[in-house]
């Protein structure tokens, strides 16, 4: 699958196109600078995710959504201002320095989309979420955003894979160690 990147406003459903106000737009410049002054490549994967979350909550998700990690999930935005609302954004998260498990334009057969993949069935399967909006992999410095219904439609549809997927779900491989899945 090749990706095709496009612009955050080609991107967006028109539906989400609003005019922030000077405020959000200043909050957002001040916490991203401050977001990136806290991110050191060689600090360990969970380092990233607290401040990536601590930056989604300051900017955007404060009053309305939990943003907070699920189970091995990296972490989620969930739904509802709970955290027993459904996840709606799942997020796979890798150290700026973790070159080959990220994902790139031309490679999505990486460590980083297999444990996303991974994610997306455990919360259709396990957890019956079909309310699951976007999929995303980040280093902090680079985002890949998957629009759900697609994984859904080329990845948790594929009969073999979700085969495969059951099997290993429910111990039938030899080990449910996630990266035999």
Request: glycine share 2%.
């Amino acid at each position: 699958m090749l990706l095709t990147p496009t612009t955050p406003t080609k991107s967006l459903d028109p539906a989400y196109k609003l005019r922030p106000e000077r405020e959000q737009i200043e909050r957002f410049k001040d916490r991203f600078k401050t977001l990136f002054g806290y991110i050191d490549e060689k600090e360990s994967e969970e380092n990233i995710k607290d401040h990536l979350m601590d930056f989604l909550k300051e900017v955007y998700y404060k009053e309305s959504y939990v943003v907070a990690p699920k189970g091995k999930t990296d972490f989620v935005i969930h739904l509802g201002k709970d955290a027993a609302s459904p996840a709606g954004v799942l997020f796979e998260v890798k150290r700026p320095a973790n070159r080959s498990e990220m994902v790139s334009r031309e490679n999505l057969n990486t460590k980083a989309f297999h444990e996303l993949l991974l994610y997306y069935f455990q919360e259709r399967s396990r957890d019956r979420n079909s309310d699951l909006r976007h999929c995303v992999v980040t280093n902090v410095y680079e985002w890949y955003i998957f629009d759900a219904a697609l994984i859904d439609r080329v990845f948790y549809r594929n009969a073999w894979l979700k085969k495969e997927y059951t099997a290993w779900a429910t111990g039938q491989k030899v080990s449910r160690n996630n990266d035999l899945f």
